[in-house]
């Protein structure tokens, strides 16, 4: 049953990353081509839908399909790249403090505590409104506020790993403060950093998709699901399917995500008795 | 006789008022085992993590003399240090089954000393580790230097561990307590190994144990540590022919030998544990334990010589155990 979900989760990842990276090949229409003609129509599988656009068009005539795939780049970058920025400072600042102790530990824990009680959507709202909204806005907003998690996990693992013998042996074979910490230390701790890099990349998606519902996120014309509900919610009462279709996707996607980081967590739980 | 390391009056102290290790001094000459004997939590391991230079950093420590060959440690820079451990002192610690990083081989983590140390390339420092496998007596090393820590038994691994520490041939290998966490035969087995190996090497050894069967079978010359101090220190052969210590004198006594013993004799032993000791502590710390303390226990107590290599921490004079037999 585990092992069911977590496939699961692992197959909806890479088909999302997948239809991601060959969006240009598959994709049916250019996702930003307007046809006034042909506003709203209907899906496929719905009266008056047509083969020609099997997810239907939006209130400019775009294919719904094609901006769904081109969405899935934007949601998949957001999730990878806030991930490698938010996991670089967290793991840094966690492993530092962890390993060091002491004041830096204490410094560390500080700017924790004073991220921790930041609150997330304020502080990236008003960053966007500033500085103006573009994806690598939104990227680096996100990461360089969501890397709390990494620091926490990453600090604790490191105290643990810190004292184990086969550190003392490191040093008494002549290793260096640098090579203890990235080779000795660091690939003993990736196990749950990476559990936490899953959770964080879904919750970096829904925030984009937040930010982009709010106006704040991603700017139109382009195709990010949190806009595409945006758009969609003036015509959501005759035209239900406009907020469905992007709504079921990101929810998809969070899910798939999830489900695999509970699976790994899972897989990886009892490794230390091998 | 040159000493390889030469150690006096060390000093370890954890926090304002913990004193680990109190005046603290040995010498291990080229090519002698010197045994470090004691109770948990007397010191011992404090003591080679001292003369390693590997100390948390919460520990402060202060030697008058820490010498090993012409490099003063006490005055040597962690980057000195780091150049020396591993290549001229190796150390192998009481778990074989920690030691070893899970994340890597054998034959990675093997190779990755030798190439700090000697900077070749690692081809030619897996051979070198090959080599050295084979020397510890373990069979297909091509094959166990592709395999991770949790493929290999406690024994073997503790071999790969002693392989590991004679990589660059050091000239000093500190062994803490390398056989305890293992059973009966495979201790044996590593005991004879590492006679075998420092006869062949001319290696010093600082061993640490508590057990003093083993004492016995590998010691040159024998330092037995109580709360921090040495209490007594001989060549091997005098300590268990004249011990003079009352505490060693107590060890001593707490061993079963076949055929000295009556059947349902007790055994002896020493009551109480070892009292944890104050920065500031005067006196004989084994007074709360001895039968023979006297008020006068309680001040300074200096040390004495029964002959040249043979000296005892400890008010009654060197022939007092003639008394005691009478």
Not at chain 1, 70 to 83: D, E, L, P, Q
Not at chain 1, 166 to 183: E, M, N, P, T, V
Not at chain 2, 253 to 275: K, Y
Request: with cysteine; aromatic share 6%.
């Amino acid at each position: 049953m585990r092992q069911a979900s977590t496939v699961f989760g692992a197959l909806i990842v890479f088909a999302v990353l997948l239809v991601a990276i060959i969006a240009p090949l598959v994709a049916p229409h250019d996702p930003f081509a307007q046809d006034l003609n042909q506003r709203m129509v209907p899906p496929e599988w719905m009266d008056g839908g047509s083969a020609l656009h099997p997810f239907g068009t939006d209130q400019l005539g775009r294919d719904y399909l094609s901006r769904l795939m081109y969405g899935a780049r934007i949601s998949m970058m957001i999730g990878i790249f806030t991930v490698i920025t938010s996991g670089l400072i967290g793991t840094t600042l966690g492993v530092l403090g962890g390993y060091f102790g002491g004041k830096i530990d204490d410094v560390v824990m500080f700017i924790i505590t004073c991220r921790l009680s930041i609150p997330l959507i304020l502080v990236a709202l008003t960053v966007v409104a500033l500085v103006g909204s573009s994806l690598s806005v939104v990227i680096l907003t996100l990461g360089l506020l969501l890397w709390e998690r990494f620091a926490v996990v990453s600090r604790t693992t490191t105290m643990q790993v810190r004292n184990l013998d086969y550190i003392a042996a490191a040093q008494a074979a002549g290793a260096s403060r640098r090579h203890i910490l990235l080779r000795e230390v660091l690939p003993n701790i990736l196990t749950p950093l990476v559990i936490v890099a899953t959770l964080e990349m879904a919750l970096a998606i829904l925030l984009e998709a937040a930010l982009s519902f709010l106006g704040l996120g991603v700017p139109p014309p382009l195709p990010s699901w949190g806009l595409m509900i945006a758009e969609a919610k003036d015509y959501m009462f005759f035209s239900p399917w406009v907020i469905m279709i992007p709504g079921i996707a990101l929810f998809v996607l969070v899910l798939g995500i999830n489900l695999l980081g509970d699976g790994l967590r899972d897989a990886f739980g009892g490794e230390r008795r091998a | 006789m040159t000493p390889v390391l030469e150690v006096s009056n060390l000093r370890v102290t954890f926090g304002t008022n913990i004193a680990a290790v109190r005046g603290v001094s040995l010498t291990v000459n080229r090519g002698e085992t010197h045994c470090l004997v004691g109770e948990s939590g007397c010191g011992k391991s404090v003591t080679a993590l001292a003369i390693m230079g590997l100390l948390s950093r919460t520990a402060r420590h202060s030697a008058d003399i820490m010498r090993f060959h012409d490099h003063d440690l006490t005055r040597l820079s962690e980057r000195g240090m780091a150049r020396l451990r591993g290549d001229r002192m190796a150390m192998i610690f009481q778990e074989p089954m920690t030691s070893l990083n899970p994340a890597y081989t054998i034959g990675s983590q093997m190779a990755e000393v030798f190439e700090r140390h000697r900077r070749v390339s690692r081809a030619s420092a897996l051979d070198r580790a090959a080599e050295l496998l084979q020397r510890v007596g373990i069979t297909a090393p091509g094959m166990r230097l592709k395999q991770y820590p949790h493929q290999l038994s406690g024994g073997l691994r503790q071999r790969v561990m002693i392989s590991m520490a004679l990589m660059c041939e050091p000239e000093l290998l500190i062994a803490d307590e390398p056989t305890t966490a293992l059973d009966v035969t495979v201790q044996a087995q590593i005991l004879r190994l590492l006679q075998n190996l420092q006869q062949e090497l001319g290696l010093s050894l600082l061993l640490i144990t508590h057990d003093l069967g083993i004492v016995a079978r590998m010691a040159d010359r024998v330092s037995v540590m109580y709360a921090g101090d040495i209490v007594e220190s001989a060549s091997a052969n005098a300590l268990f022919t004249a011990p003079t210590h009352p505490y060693t004198r107590g060890l001593l006594r707490c061993i079963p030998v076949p055929g000295l013993l009556r059947r349902d004799a007790p055994l002896g032993s020493i009551p109480g544990v070892v009292p944890r000791i104050a920065s500031d502590f005067i006196g004989c710390a084994f007074r709360d334990r001895c039968t023979h303390a006297m008020p006068e226990c309680a001040r300074d107590v200096s040390r004495q010589r029964v002959a040249a290599d043979h000296d005892y921490l400890c008010r009654l004079s060197p022939d007092w155990t003639r008394a005691e037999a009478a």
